[in-house]
């Protein structure tokens, strides 16, 4: 594979534009790399049935959505009219599970949150854009919701951030591109709170294994990108 512009543990050129919509709670439009996801966090005042805690008090929910818009790949992208397919739940199950550790969902109360996260332009991790833009747009929602005085409490208890790590050509490389995870050995997603506590890991050996040591060392370039992800998503509030 051509080597790329970047050092291997360097993220790829990312910037996030907060409030891009005007219609959702709240929004955000991440470009990371050639990669770029609108990100939207939308408000409805009901639940699913189903949550209920034993004492029968409710408490909110969060619940996230995927989708790559038919121009966003080289090749036309059909349209998943019959329900989402299986890498397109794993996906969305996976920015569900980040974003509700961010949340006291009792402080939440009655109500849920919708994350859709929509891919416009795909080369490679859109599911961890999709995170980290998602936690903007999440934020913006919330103080929305605080300000209008729907929230007593301020209900968000974590700042998360995710990106993907592998081993391309025997060398561990930060933030993949699309080529670069096409080729790769081993391909690892891992999602971090502010603290350097993880959230989820993600690792697969691409029709090969890697070591403990290669192991720990994308961890460290993880760990290494997501706090620069995360500055990035503070200096979007400035």
């Known amino acids: 594979m051509e080597k790329q512009e970047r050092e291997n543990g360097q993220i790829r050129e990312t910037k996030i534009t907060p409030n891009y919509l005007e219609n959702p709670t709240g929004s955000a439009l991440i470009e990371t790399g050639k990669t770029k996801v609108i990100c939207t966090a939308m408000v409805e005042e009901s639940l699913p049935p189903w949550i209920q805690n034993n004492d029968g008090m409710e408490q909110g929910w969060l619940t996230g959505r995927y989708g790559m818009l038919p121009g966003s ?5 059909r349209r998943e009219r019959r329900g989402a397919k299986g890498r397109t739940k794993e996906i969305q199950r996976l920015i569900g599970r980040a974003l509700r550790t961010c949340l006291d969902l009792k402080k939440l109360g009655p109500r849920t949150i919708w ?3 929509d891919v416009i332009q795909a080369d490679g991790g859109t599911r961890t854009a999709s995170i980290t833009g998602s936690w903007i747009a999440l934020r913006l929602a919330i103080n929305k919701l605080l300000e209008e005085g729907s929230l007593e409490e301020d209900p968000i208890i974590r700042q998360v951030a995710a990106t993907s790590v592998g081993l391309v050509d025997d060398e ?3 933030d993949l591109a699309y080529k670069e995870d096409f080729s790769a050995q081993v391909d690892m997603n891992v999602v971090m709170d502010v603290d350097g506590k993880y ?3 993600q690792a697969t050996g691409e029709e090969s294994v890697f070591t403990r040591e290669q192991h720990d060392k994308m961890l460290d370039y993880a760990e290494k990108g997501i706090k620069e992800l995360i500055k990035i998503q503070k200096e979007a509030f400035s």
């Open 73 to 77: 790949g080289e090749s036309r992208i």
């Open 172 to 174: 561990i490389l930060l």
């Open 115 to 117: 994350i859709d996260c």
């Open 199 to 201: 959230v989820e890991i």
